[in-house]
């Protein structure tokens, strides 16, 4: 089945910048929206951002707008996640997910296959 290898996580300081990025093991997942979750410990894991097959939709909570962008290569079969003006209260594991579909959804029910997680973590 389709498997998610993410990259990119770490430490980094109020204020910066991290790219975090999720590339799937099948073309297929061309096809299907992609999203980018994150998640505390005993926390929901929450929605970060979202974008459909073509990435022309997007979708971002309403906590990261404006700091983040996500974008992806249908050629690579990667999705990527740039994090700017980080701060404290983004600290948190990562997940990259595909959805069942091609509509980009806020919705963890959606999604069918998950990346291990990545840690991010920013410093005061």
């Known amino acids: 089945q389709v498997q998610l290898v993410e990259s990119g996580g770490g430490l980094v300081q109020a204020g910066g910048s991290l790219r975090l990025s999720c590339a799937a093991t099948?073309?297929?997942?061309?096809?299907?929206?992609m999203g980018w979750f994150r998640q505390t410990p005993g926390k929901e894991r929450e929605f970060v951002a979202a974008?459909?097959?073509?990435?022309?939709?997007?979708l971002y909570a309403d906590s990261v707008k404006g700091r983040f962008a996500i974008s992806r290569d249908n050629a690579k079969d990667t999705v990527y996640l740039q994090m700017n003006s980080l701060g404290p209260e983004d600290t948190a594991v990562y997940y990259c997910?595909?959805?069942?579909?091609?509509?980009?959804?806020?919705?963890?029910?959606?999604?069918?296959?998950w990346g291990q997680g990545t840690q991010v973590t920013v410093s005061s």
């Open positions: 099948k073309r297929t997942s061309s096809n299907n929206a």
């Open positions: 974008i459909g097959w073509r990435g022309g939709s997007t």
């Open positions: 997910a595909v959805s069942r579909g091609s509509v980009a959804s806020t919705l963890k029910e959606y999604y069918i296959y």
